[in-house]
C-alpha cells in the first residue's frame, strides 16, 4: 500500500518544540518535493513549508520563517519539520503531501494536486 505515515505531533507549551516525521511506505521520496500543511479549527487548510527532491531548496510560510526547519533523509524515505519556538497559533492538524512521480513534482513551491496526504497529526501548543 502506498502511503505517507506521519509521526510526532503532541501537546507542548508555548516556546517548546516539537519534530514531525513524514515516512513513505511502498514507494519512494526520490525526486519528488515534499509539502507540509496545517489546518486549524475552522480555517482554511495552509502550506507551512516545502522541500524541493534534492533538499536543496526549501520555502516557509512567513508565519513560520525562522522557527520551523524542514528536512529529508532520502536513505530513510523520510521528511522532517522541526518546529521550535512553538506558539499557541500553531495548534492545527499538521499533514504532509507529495505527488506521483508522473506530474514531476520536485520543486517547491508546491501547489495541488496531491496523489498522496500522511494521516494528520496534531500539533497542540498550550499552557
Known amino acids: 500500500q502506498l502511503q505517507l505515515v506521519q509521526s510526532g505531533g503532541g501537546l507542548v507549551q508555548p516556546g517548546g518544540s516539537l519534530r514531525l516525521s513524514c515516512a513513505a511506505s511502498?514507494?519512494?521520496?526520490?525526486?519528488?518535493?515534499i509539502g507540509w500543511f496545517r489546518q486549524a479549527p475552522g480555517r482554511e487548510r495552509e502550506g507551512v513549508s516545502c522541500?524541493?527532491?534534492?533538499?536543496?531548496?526549501?520555502n516557509y510560510a512567513d508565519s513560520v520563517k525562522g522557527r520551523f526547519t524542514i528536512s529529508r533523509d532520502n536513505a530513510k524515505n523520510t521528511v522532517y519539520l522541526q518546529m521550535n519556538s512553538l506558539k499557541p497559533e500553531d495548534t492545527a492538524i499538521y499533514y504532509c503531501?507529495?505527488?506521483?512521480?508522473?506530474?514531476?513534482?520536485?520543486?517547491?513551491?508546491?501547489?495541488?494536486?496531491?496523489?498522496?496526504w500522511g494521516q494528520g497529526t496534531q500539533v497542540t501548543v498550550s499552557s
Open positions: 511502498g514507494f519512494t521520496l526520490d525526486y519528488r518535493a
Open positions: 503531501a507529495t505527488k506521483a512521480l508522473f506530474r514531476s513534482g520536485s520543486r517547491c513551491p508546491l501547489g495541488p494536486p496531491f496523489d498522496y
Open positions: 522541500i524541493s527532491s534534492s533538499g536543496g531548496d526549501t
